[in-house]
T-cell receptor
């Protein structure tokens, strides 16, 4: 079973920041938080991942709370092309290998 | 650099037949994983291969099998197809099995009549 909880849907105005929350209250110390998104009819796209420190790349920022029980993915300036289903996943390095356990994700709609 | 390539993109089969799907990973990637995506069950892990060996396996019947070749390309096979096998089958590759991010192809859409 997925170890994360996400709201089923969210709306965001184009040009504004999109903040997608994720709850992972049972996360273990060696589990990383990964974010992927899936645009209709395409495969999931890797966005970002982190362990306990906040992370930023060219696509997004990941903010992880100090107790690591929740995180937020931030798309700083959402565009219409960011409309997609966003998945938050916790994953253990080494032990689980390549296994990703997807939940239902958050369907983000970016509106003009 | 070319992404993960899956062939064919679309496939129609009938019940009882078997099917083979192909995945070419990103150049240099040695780990390949397979997932099934359906509207009801979402994305579910099938199996993972690394260095031609199956490393992880999901909770699917033995009709689902796979293999990996020395060039890291992978195939998955489904025998005795059932209507419920209609799904999008996704392949993902990563550098190794130490937790590097997986990169997905756009999948093969399998329809069972």
């Amino acid at each position: 079973d997925a170890k994360t909880t996400q709201p089923p849907s969210m709306d965001c105005a184009e040009g504004r920041a999109a903040n997608l929350p994720c709850n992972h209250s049972t996360i273990s110390g060696n589990e990383y938080v990964y974010w992927y998104r899936q645009i209709h009819s395409q495969g999931p796209q890797y966005i970002i991942h982190g362990l306990k420190n906040n992370e930023t790349n060219e696509m997004a920022s990941l903010i992880i709370t100090e107790d690591r029980k929740s995180s937020t993915l931030i798309l700083p300036h959402a565009t219409l092309r960011d409309t997609a289903v966003y998945y938050c996943i916790v994953r253990v390095f080494l032990v689980q290998g390549g296994k990703l356990i997807f939940g239902q994700g958050t369907e983000l709609s970016v509106k003009p | 650099k070319a992404g993960v390539t899956q062939t064919p993109r679309y496939l129609i089969k009938t019940r009882g037949q078997q099917v083979t799907l192909s995945c070419s990973p990103i150049s240099g990637h040695r780990s390949v994983s397979w997932y099934q995506q359906t509207p009801g069950q979402g994305l579910q892990f099938l199996f993972e291969y690394f260095s031609e060996t199956q490393r992880n396996k999901g909770n699917f019947p033995g009709r689902f099998s796979g293999r990996q070749f020395s060039n890291s390309r992978s195939e998955m096979n489904v025998s005795t197809l059932e209507l419920g096998d209609s799904a999008l089958y996704l392949c993902a590759s990563s550098l190794d099995v130490t937790g590097q991010p997986q990169h997905f192809g756009d999948g093969t859409r399998l329809s069972i009549l």
